[in-house]
């Protein structure tokens, strides 16, 4: 048995959407501590309630990514004076692409216990049910690259690095956004991307498919553009100068596209890398639809 000693900050999880996977720690730390503080108070006194466990709005804090700083003076201020205080963001692991990670980082400089309530989480959950395996039929390493940039230009230069990344990768994405993200994925071609939408609730989806398929996969179901996605973009099985996905080919490809018309680009991109021109030629047509001339 693990005890729960006083000025101790306490970083609980909590379901990304089925209400049953809350841990009986977690339910256990939400009710022995004096205060929690949370990203939406509104939402957490919700989740609460549901537990039979609803708080005096004084036992509730607010910690968003807009006011973490000043709040998290606020919640060390109550752990010097002894008291227990639970962090909880939204949905899943707090300072996981959600806030707490300045909170924990003030803690620790601080001298103050943190003490992890593990639970759900979006990242394991969507690479749980992905089947990602490495080159040798071994279980693969995995590089968590969370939201990518809201901005055009930005969002296919970092999806050109993931090109480069021979590891499996965990990307989260929110509905409003998530067909702009599949168009700049198609520059991946073939690569496999397991997609996860509404993992946990009622309308879950699961589905894997070519990364280049996904922007017609979100078109051929209304509904498919709605809730919250974690994605798994697959390890590359092949990284040598035959496969068509080779950094390198991205990599002068990029290069010359703002210098050269689409063709000639392709052309003196697949010669430099060895990369197959016709699949670089697609490449080319997504970097110049989404940002990238």
Same mark, same amino acid.
């Given at each position: 048995?693990?005890?729960?000693?006083?000025?101790?900050?306490?970083?609980?999880?909590?379901?990304?959407?089925?209400?049953?996977?809350?841990?009986?720690?977690?339910?256990?730390?939400?009710?022995?501590?004096?205060?929690?503080?949370?990203?939406?108070?509104?939402?957490?006194?919700?989740?609460?309630?549901?537990?039979?466990?609803?708080?005096?709005?004084?036992?509730?804090?607010?910690?968003?990514?807009?006011?973490?700083?000043?709040?998290?003076? /606020?919640? !060390? %201020?109550?752990?010097?004076?002894?008291? =227990?205080?639970?962090?909880?963001?939204?949905?899943?692991?707090? *300072?996981? $692409?959600?806030?707490?990670?300045?909170?924990?980082?003030?803690?620790?400089?601080?001298?103050?216990?943190?003490?992890?309530?593990?639970?759900?989480?979006?990242?394991?959950?969507?690479?749980?049910?992905?089947?990602?395996?490495?080159?040798?039929?071994?279980?693969?390493?995995?590089?968590?690259?969370?939201?990518?940039?809201?901005?055009?230009?930005?969002?296919?230069?970092?999806?050109?690095?993931?090109?480069?990344?021979?590891?499996?990768?965990?990307?989260?994405?929110?509905?409003?956004?998530?067909?702009?993200?599949?168009?700049?994925?198609?520059?991946?071609?073939?690569?496999?991307?397991?997609?996860?939408?509404?993992?946990?609730?009622?309308?879950?989806?699961?589905?894997?498919?070519?990364?280049?398929?996904?922007? /017609?996969? !979100? %078109?051929?179901?209304?509904?498919?553009? =709605?809730?919250?996605?974690?994605?798994?973009?697959?390890?590359? *099985?092949? $990284?040598?100068?035959?496969?068509?996905?080779?950094?390198?080919?991205?990599?002068?490809?990029?290069?010359?596209?703002?210098?050269?018309?689409?063709?000639?680009?392709?052309?003196?991109?697949?010669?430099?890398?060895?990369?197959?021109?016709?699949?670089?030629?697609?490449?080319?047509?997504?970097?110049?639809?989404?940002?990238?001339?």
């Amino acid at each position: 048995m693990q005890d729960y000693p006083a000025g101790t900050l306490y970083i609980v999880a909590t379901p990304i959407g089925n209400l049953a996977d809350i841990s009986l720690r977690a339910l256990h730390v939400l009710q022995l501590v004096d205060v929690i503080a949370c990203e939406d108070t509104r939402h957490t006194q919700a989740l609460l309630r549901a537990y039979g466990m609803e708080r005096p709005t004084s036992q509730l804090m607010a910690l968003h990514q807009h006011n973490e700083a000043q709040a998290s003076n /606020d919640v !060390l %201020a109550l752990l010097s004076a002894g008291q =227990r205080v639970a962090y909880m963001s939204d949905a899943g692991t707090p *300072a996981v $692409s959600d806030p707490g990670a300045r909170l924990v980082q003030a803690a620790a400089a601080a001298g103050v216990r943190v003490s992890p309530i593990p639970g759900a989480s979006s990242v394991t959950t969507a690479l749980s049910v992905a089947g990602v395996v490495g080159d040798h039929g071994q279980d693969s390493s995995f590089v968590f690259a969370g939201f990518l940039s809201s901005k055009a230009s930005e969002r296919t230069a970092e999806v050109t690095q993931l090109a480069m990344e021979s590891r499996a990768v965990v990307l989260l994405e929110a509905p409003h956004r998530i067909e702009a993200l599949a168009q700049s994925l198609g520059v991946l071609g073939d690569r496999a991307l397991t997609v996860g939408r509404e993992l946990t609730k009622q309308f879950e989806t699961i589905a894997t498919l070519p990364a280049n398929h996904f922007s /017609d996969w !979100l %078109a051929a179901d209304a509904n498919r553009i =709605r809730g919250e996605f974690a994605l798994v973009l697959h390890p590359v *099985a092949n $990284s040598s100068v035959e496969d068509p996905l080779h950094a390198e080919g991205l990599r002068v490809l990029r290069l010359l596209l703002p210098e050269l018309p689409l063709k000639t680009a392709v052309k003196l991109a697949a010669d430099i890398s060895g990369g197959s021109r016709n699949q670089l030629y697609d490449a080319a047509l997504a970097l110049k639809n989404h940002g990238a001339e």
